[in-house]
């Protein structure tokens, strides 16, 4: 993790649960610390307030400092179609650029959901 010290300026990070708690937390310190943070949030609406508090918080008037990206980790077609959302939201400036930290909060949910097209076979001896 950083130090209070380290300066950051021009690296791109990644933090996943970034609209509460020590998702949030995280990204506000990385911020601080001159990172474009990408928030990846299950809600857009919860990603837009917690954007707003930071910024204010940091007296920040840059919101391109911290980019919002649509993530349900629970969900895996939501997280198979992440990239897409990634690249839309970093746009021509950030796409190709290297994710210089990536932290994953909540991580642990990201778990398949049963897929109603699952059959199971039995066959007779
Ligand atoms: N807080 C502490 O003092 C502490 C101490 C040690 C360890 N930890 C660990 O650190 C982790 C985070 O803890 P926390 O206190 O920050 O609160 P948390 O309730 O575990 O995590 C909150 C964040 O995770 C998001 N989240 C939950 N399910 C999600 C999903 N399916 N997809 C995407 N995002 C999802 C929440 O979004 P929504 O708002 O949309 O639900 C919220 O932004 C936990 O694993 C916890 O055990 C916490």
Redesign the pocket.
């Given at each position: 993790m950083a130090t209070q010290e380290e300066d950051l300026r021009g690296k791109l990070a990644l933090v996943?649960?970034?609209?509460?708690?020590?998702?949030?937390e995280t990204a506000l310190q990385l911020c601080q610390r001159g990172c474009t943070v990408v928030m990846?949030?299950?809600?857009m609406n919860?990603a837009d307030a917690?954007r707003n508090d930071i910024m204010k918080r940091l007296d920040l008037k840059d919101f391109m400092r911290l980019r919002l990206v649509q993530?349900?980790?629970?969900?895996l077609d939501n997280v198979g179609q992440f990239n897409t959302r990634l690249d839309a939201e970093l746009g021509k400036d950030l796409k190709d650029a290297p994710l210089d930290i990536a932290i994953m909060?909540?991580c642990?949910?990201?778990r398949p959901k049963r897929s109603s097209k699952l059959t199971t076979t039995t066959t007779a001896p």
């Open positions: 996943t649960g970034a609209n509460s708690g020590v998702g949030k990846c949030c299950r809600s919860k917690a993530l349900d980790l629970s969900d909060v909540r642990e949910t990201a």
